[in-house]
Nanobody, 122 residues
Framework: QVQLVESGGGLVQAGDSLRLSCAAS????????VGWFRQAPGKEREFVAA???????YYAESVKGRFTISRDNAKNTVYLQMNTLNPEDTAVYSC????????????????WGQGTQVTVSS
């Protein structure tokens, strides 16, 4: 069982940076793959980035080169560094975990945090 809590969201201007954190409970967090997803008003939830248990990463094309996902297993935390933000990045960002490998489909993740709002003004 894993519980996830996101933090780090906020209101920023276009071009700014934010770092989101996904803090997990549970001693076996290191074996979980973790994904970040986002959902904007009126849109479906979409994949942003994911990191496997051994550190392999994968990104959506829309954020590749701007966002970086990383993990610190000693702190049971996964980070999403977001640079050069633009208004299209505005959404509620949620992290999710699964015991199997890295995937991009939200329905494949069994554990979810409550989400954190990111708003980027132009």
């Amino acid at each position: 069982q894993v519980q996830l809590v996101e933090s780090g969201g906020g209101l920023v201007q276009a071009g700014d940076s934010l770092r989101l954190s996904c803090a997990a409970s549970g001693r076996t967090f290191s074996i979980y793959a973790v994904g970040w997803f986002r959902q904007a008003p009126g849109k479906e939830r979409e994949f942003v980035a994911a990191i496997s248990a051994n550190g392999y990463t994968y990104y959506a094309e829309s954020v590749k080169g701007r966002f970086t996902i990383s993990r610190d297993n000693a702190k049971n935390t996964v980070y999403l560094q977001m640079n050069t933000l633009n208004p299209e990045d505005t959404a509620v960002y949620s992290c999710a975990a699964r015991q199997q490998g890295l995937v991009t489909m939200p329905s494949s993740y069994g554990y979810w945090g409550q989400g954190t709002q990111v708003t980027v003004s132009s």
